[in-house]
């Protein structure tokens, strides 16, 4: 008897005895253990129904590629983790949006934005975040992403966030505004007196040397002296006086 035949026969007795340890012992597949889990609160009924699980069905039912679409079309979930543990366990957790600033919306109604740039509603905040107003306030809603420059301005102030956290919550307002081919800010920091125009682009550092200079520029200007900044070159603009 040849060789491969024999192990064809071991392989197809192999089968049908699983097929049979199977289907004696299929209930234990059914999900029995849901475990959702988050830091925030959440109606539990609602999240079950958003994402289709259902008691009674087997744990192979549930496709987790289709459980994050669902997941990831709710505006308030920055992320999440969904594990399957055989034969009858289904983990799901979930992650709030953090806001990282308030910005301005249409009739001057404030939303939160996170670090990816989603606007969304929070009922509690408990640390003031920095206000960013944006041209076309009307375009901001909750469940938009906000993308292209806006998006980088975004991303820049999440990375002062976790590289000079201090100076972070010492940002109180940005003003983004169209200006020739790219954007102009207007910064106003907690402790300067003094509104800072940045006409290039935002980033960590020049937030940072913009924050430097004009503290020590505010120690000796009068009040009513605009502080700019160009490229690398500041100037004083005495016009209100």
Not at 157 to 183: D, F, H, T
Request: net charge positive.
């Amino acid at each position: 008897m040849k060789i491969s035949y024999v192990i064809s026969i071991l392989f197809l007795i192999t089968i049908l005895f699983c097929s049979i340890i199977f289907v004696v012992n299929k209930e234990r597949f059914i999900v029995e253990d849901i475990e959702i889990t988050a830091d925030f609160r959440f109606n539990r009924t609602f999240l079950m129904q958003k994402v289709g699980i259902e008691d009674g069905n087997y744990i192979w039912q549930y496709n987790n590629r289709k459980i994050a679409a669902v997941l990831d079309d709710l505006y308030f979930i920055d992320d999440y983790k969904v594990t399957k543990k055989y034969p009858s366990r289904l983990i799901i957790q979930l992650f709030k949006r953090k806001p990282l600033a308030r910005v301005a919306g249409k009739d001057g109604e404030v939303f939160f934005i996170d670090r990816r740039g989603v606007v969304f509603k929070s009922s509690k905040i408990k640390d003031m975040v920095p206000l960013l107003i944006f041209e076309n306030p009307q375009l901001i809603h909750q469940g938009k992403k906000l993308g292209g420059k806006f998006g980088e301005t975004v991303q820049q102030l999440y990375l002062l966030s976790q590289k000079y956290n201090n100076l972070y919550q010492q940002v109180a307002q940005i003003a983004v505004r169209k200006y020739n081919e790219g954007l102009e800010y207007n910064i106003d920091f907690r402790i300067i007196n003094k509104t800072i125009t940045l006409k290039k682009k935002l980033s960590v550092d020049t937030l940072l040397e913009t924050l430097v200079v004009s503290k020590i520029c505010d120690e000796f200007l009068n009040e009513g002296v605009q502080l700019n900044q160009i490229d690398k070159c500041y100037y004083y603009d005495y016009g209100n006086l």
